[in-house]
C-alpha cells in the first residue's frame, strides 16, 4: 500500500518543490494549509487561493484552516517575542500532526524545510519535538538547495509570491530590517534570516500560508475550527 504523508504547505510557492518531490519518492501526498501566522487578512486570502490554485494544479489531497483567530495568534506571539518564530513553527506543525493523525496518516512534514530564510534547525528540532508528543512520524528533508526553483516554477505558474514571512512583525521587518526601527530587538530569527540573505544574495522573499478540500477540485469547505490548537 502507498504511505502517506500530510505536508504542512506554509504557501503555494514553497510547496511547488517538496509535493512533487514527495510524489517522485511514491508517497501519496496531501497538504496541509494551517497558517494563521499570515497578516494582514487580505495578504492570507492572497496565499490561500494561491494555494488553492496550486493544490489543484498537482491533483492532490488539499486541507485548509480558514479561521482567522487574530488575537490569539497575536497572545501567543507576544508572549514569545524572542523566540516567536519557534513558537509559531510549534503552533503549525503541532496543528499538522494532530491533523494527520486525524485522517490516519502517519507522516507529516513542511514546506518551510525548502526556505533558506527560515530557521532550518529549529524547524527539524521542533517536527521532532512534535513526533515525540504526537506520535505522528516526522519526515524530515533539506530542501533548500533548490529553493530558487520554487521562484522559477511558480512564476510559471502564475502564483502569487510573497514579500514577507508572515506576521505582522515580519512584515515590519521588510521595510524597517531585523531590529524593526530605533527601538525594535532583533530576535535569534531575525539575526539568523539577515544572516542568510547576505550569504544568498536573495531578496526578502518569504514563505507563506486554510478549509478543507477533498479532491483538489472544488473550493475550500472551511470547518473553522483549529486541530486542538488552543486557537
Ligand atoms: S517571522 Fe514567520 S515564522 Fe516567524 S513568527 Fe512571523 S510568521 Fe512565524
Known amino acids: 500500500m502507498t504511505e502517506k504523508v500530510?505536508?504542512?504547505?506554509?504557501?503555494?510557492?514553497?510547496s511547488t518543490v517538496p509535493v512533487p518531490a514527495l510524489k517522485e519518492e511514491g508517497f501519496e501526498v496531501a497538504t496541509f494549509f494551517f497558517n494563521p501566522n499570515i497578516h494582514p487578512y487580505t495578504?492570507?486570502?492572497?496565499?490561500?487561493?494561491?494555494?488553492?490554485?496550486?493544490?489543484?494544479s498537482m491533483g492532490v489531497t488539499g486541507?485548509?484552516?480558514?479561521?482567522?483567530?487574530?488575537?490569539?495568534?497575536?497572545r501567543i506571539q507576544l508572549s514569545n517575542m524572542e523566540s516567536r518564530c519557534e513558537a509559531c513553527y510549534e503552533l503549525r506543525?503541532?496543528?499538522?500532526?494532530?491533523?494527520?493523525?486525524?485522517?490516519?496518516?502517519?507522516?507529516?512534514?513542511?514546506?518551510?524545510?525548502?526556505?533558506?530564510?527560515?530557521?532550518?534547525?529549529?524547524?527539524?528540532?521542533?517536527g521532532k519535538a512534535v513526533q515525540k508528543a504526537t506520535g505522528v512520524e516526522f519526515l524530515y528533508?533539506?530542501?533548500r538547495p533548490r529553493y530558487r526553483e520554487t521562484r522559477i516554477l511558480s512564476r510559471e505558474a502564475g502564483l502569487y509570491l510573497q514579500k514577507y514571512c508572515g506576521c505582522i512583525f515580519s512584515e515590519r521587518e521588510r521595510y524597517l530590517g531585523p531590529r524593526g526601527g530605533p527601538?525594535?530587538?532583533?530576535?535569534?530569527r531575525q539575526r539568523r534570516?539577515?544572516?542568510?540573505?547576505?550569504?544568498?544574495g536573495n531578496p526578502p522573499v518569504w514563505p507563506a500560508g486554510e478549509a478543507r478540500e477533498d479532491d483538489g477540485d472544488t473550493g475550500p469547505r472551511s470547518s473553522g475550527a483549529a486541530p486542538e490548537t488552543g486557537l
Open 183 to 188: 527601538s525594535g530587538s532583533a530576535g535569534p
Open 141 to 143: 528533508t533539506d530542501w
Open 63 to 74: 486541507f485548509f484552516y480558514t479561521g482567522y483567530p487574530l488575537e490569539q495568534f497575536l
Open 43 to 56: 495578504e492570507f486570502r492572497n496565499r490561500l487561493m494561491s494555494m488553492q490554485q496550486f493544490v489543484k
Open 93 to 126: 506543525l503541532t496543528a499538522v500532526a494532530k491533523k494527520a493523525k486525524e485522517e490516519g496518516i502517519r507522516l507529516f512534514s513542511t514546506t518551510l524545510l525548502v526556505s533558506p530564510y527560515q530557521a532550518h534547525d529549529a524547524i527539524r528540532d521542533v
Open 193 to 200: 534570516a539577515s544572516r542568510a540573505r547576505e550569504e544568498s
Open 6 to 14: 500530510l505536508i504542512h504547505s506554509c504557501c503555494a510557492p514553497c
